[in-house]
């Protein structure tokens, strides 16, 4: 029992060493960011193993375990994000709705790169990460591997200014299978709201002025195009819209002006300490499928999602000090296993990668051979 005990105390304190190497500021941006990308040969062998086992099994079966490797990879994104940087978060709203294992369309403003990381903590809260797909811009298949492998997933490329509907509602017809639940993500802003680029904003506000819309203080005008396609296509599907609102504490300056976000590097070395996720919960029923009432509907949408806003903006600062109370936010906290065993997975998984000969030749050629594989894949599918 000593010897045990000895062992268990050993392994506990070589840990919180590990855990306090990754959480110093400067090695858990050069550790997480080489991490997260050098498993990606490692993934792409693991996907290509069930790709090719389920080729004859049907598409839903094949979805099923490809959800489940998905949700793998995206608990160690939230390992290093939130458990590392120690990031707090603040839940408001319909958080019991979480509970009820749906497939939804998700709407969120849309104002940082981490916007889609947000989806991954809401998600894993409520037991759905592996169903996560999300509507992305098409510059992002340029991602070695990750680019193809998103497509795969489910996810959908648009692109801006020659936006394709046919091969979007294409894209949308894999995901009516019953079988295959899905978080359909769009950001129906379409750009990031940067204070910093005022020519976008400006351009925003004079489209509301010129199409009768209410000018917007907090977000961009949304675009319904895309929207429209996803609720006309899997409406009967989908059991809610979830209408999220984000807000990340330290984009008000200490002089009261709005800045712009966190962005991917400042949260990742912890500069953001909070994040506030607002979830509100809409029953598809109540959600428009005709394209001009949609849009109407969405801007009010975004109308509501302002006025939520403009308490977390506030130029005074004991205003954004009381808008947890006011708002009846709570913390929402997710067990360290929850995305330790993930840590924990890949890292054994790399061990033979990095150790053996053979590891690394099948390394370097997964990287070549599946990154030039998956831009040929990409580029004669042209799938946008």
């Known amino acids: 029992m000593d010897t045990i005990g000895s062992l268990l105390h ?39 193993g069930w790709r090719g086992m389920s080729l004859f099994l049907p598409s839903w079966m094949y979805q099923w375990g490809d959800d489940k490797l998905y949700s793998l990879y995206q608990r160690l994104v939230v390992f290093f994000f ?15 709705a979480l509970k009820k294992r749906e497939s939804v369309l998700y709407l969120s403003n849309h104002q940082s790169t981490v916007d889609w990381l947000i989806a991954d903590m809401v998600a894993l809260r409520a037991g759905s990460l592996g169903h996560l797909r999300y509507v992305m811009k098409d510059t992002l298949q340029l991602i070695p591997l990750y680019g193809h492998y998103f497509y795969q997933h489910g996810c959908i ?23 295959i639940p899905t978080w359909l993500i769009i ?21 509301a002025k010129d199409n009768n819309l209410q ?36 984009s008000v300056d200490s002089s009261g002006v709005r800045r712009n976000a966190p962005q991917l590097v400042e949260f990742l070395v912890g500069r953001c300490r909070k994040v506030h996720i607002h979830v509100r919960r809409i029953p598809m029923s109540e959600v428009p499928t005709e394209e001009e009432k949609l849009k109407l509907w969405l801007h009010e949408l975004f109308v509501q999602k302002d006025q939520l806003a403009s308490d977390f903006f506030d130029p005074d600062v004991t205003v954004r000090n009381s808008v947890q109370k006011s708002h009846g936010g709570r913390p929402n906290h997710l067990s360290l296993w929850s995305t330790l065993s993930s840590f924990l997975f890949f890292t054994m998984i790399t061990v033979p990668f990095a150790t053996t000969k053979i590891g690394r030749r099948l ?13 040929g894949w990409l580029a004669i599918r042209a799938v946008c």
């Open 187 to 207: 950001f129906p802003e379409g750009t990031r709201y940067y204070p910093s680029n005022p020519k976008v904003i400006e351009k925003s506000e004079k489209f």
């Open 10 to 48: 050993r392994l506990h304190v070589t840990w919180n060493r590990v855990l306090e190497f990754i959480r110093g500021t400067n090695s858990r941006y050069a550790f997480g960011s080489v991490f997260l990308l050098g498993v990606s040969p490692e993934y792409l062998a693991i996907w290509l």
């Open 82 to 96: 939130e458990h590392c940087t120690g990031l707090e978060v603040i839940m408001y709203g319909d958080v019991d």
């Open 157 to 179: 490329y648009v692109k801006r200014g020659k936006f394709n509907a046919h091969k979007m509602v294409n894209a949308l017809d894999y995901l009516k299978n019953e079988k």
């Open 215 to 250: 000018v917007l203080q907090h977000h961009l005008v949304p675009k319904v195009k895309g929207t429209w396609l996803a609720v006309e296509s899997l409406h009967k599907k989908f059991d809610a819209l979830y209408d999220i609102s984000v807000f990340y504490e330290g």
């Open 363 to 375: 390394y370097a050629q997964l990287l070549l051979y599946g990154t030039l594989g998956s831009y």
